[in-house]
């Protein structure tokens, strides 16, 4: 299938699931993630409505940003702190804040460019060694470190679900997200505003959204398998 196919055809299932759980569609943003994806191909997407991509190294985000910019751009993945400066004028929302170095640069680097950086933060929802992110256990309190920061706002929460083959067996994490994402709602922090998930992958958005995402990141549902690991 061509990339204007898989885009049409995941955007059908996303409004099938939308319906089916009595959601809007237009509460669901999908997100095309576009690593290691070629500038061309990336061109095809944008062409065919994405208008949101995803990337997880700056310095891909830096090579493709004149091609990519017209998109809003979503830092998925794990940012090293000297690296924010890159970056920070342009992205539009961070969804792996996970640690307070990084929430401290970032809110340095967002007042001198004179911003508010929108970020979410990542949650190891189901404990895994090889994924970043905090324990469900360590995010009120990592919220409450940050609470006076003023270039930052937290608009949610992001998690990253184990590999299943079966999709279901990732439900539990998704409503687990779900759950510490609506007691969050009760607290009252100046800089914290519970708005959006993001869960749901090629494998699991269908999941995801039933489990109420309002992100949804795809990048082999549209662009077909990558041809390295990254
Ligand atoms: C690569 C990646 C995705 C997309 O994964 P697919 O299975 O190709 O849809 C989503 N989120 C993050 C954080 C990623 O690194």
Same mark, same amino acid.
């Given at each position: 299938?061509? $990339?204007? !196919? *898989? $885009? ?5 299932? %996303?409004?099938?699931?939308?319906? +089916? ?19 061309? /191909?990336? /061109? ?5 409505? %994405? ?30 702190? *000297? ?10 929302? $961070? ?13 340095? +680097? ?20 090889? @994924? ?8 009120? +309190?990592?919220?409450? !470190?940050? &609470?006076?920061?003023?270039? =930052? ?10 590999? !299943? ?5 990732? /439900?539990?994490?998704? @409503? !687990? ?13 100046? *800089? ?16 995801? $959204? ?6 949804? &990141? =795809? ?6 398998? +990558?041809?390295?690991?990254?």
């Amino acid at each position: 299938m061509s $990339i204007k !196919e *898989n $885009i049409e055809h995941i955007r059908r299932e %996303i409004k099938e699931v939308c319906n +089916r759980v009595n959601r809007e569609y237009d509460e669901v943003t999908l997100i095309g993630v576009t690593k290691t994806i070629d500038c061309e /191909r990336i /061109r095809q997407a944008l062409d065919d409505k %994405i208008d949101h991509v995803g990337e997880n190294k700056v310095q891909e985000i830096m090579n493709k940003y004149e091609e990519i910019k017209d998109a809003k751009i979503h830092m998925i993945g794990h940012l090293q702190t *000297n690296k924010v400066k890159y970056i920070i004028d342009k992205v539009s929302l $961070i969804h792996s804040l996970d640690r307070l170095s990084l929430a401290k640069e970032i809110n340095k +680097r967002a007042k001198q460019h004179g911003i508010i950086m929108d970020t979410l933060v990542q949650v190891n929802v189901a404990n895994e060694d090889t @994924k970043f992110g905090l324990k469900v256990e360590e995010v009120e +309190r990592f919220l409450e !470190e940050i &609470r006076d920061m003023e270039n =930052i706002r937290v608009l949610g929460l992001m998690t990253i679900a184990p590999y !299943e083959e079966d999709s279901e067996n990732v /439900r539990i994490y998704f @409503k !687990e997200l779900k759950n510490i994402f609506e007691e969050l709602k009760n607290k009252d922090y100046s *800089n914290v505003h519970m708005k959006y998930l993001s869960m749901g992958m090629t494998n699991d958005y269908k999941v995801a $959204i039933e489990e109420g995402t309002n992100f949804v &990141r =795809i990048g082999t549902g549209i662009f077909g398998e +990558r041809n390295y690991y990254k």
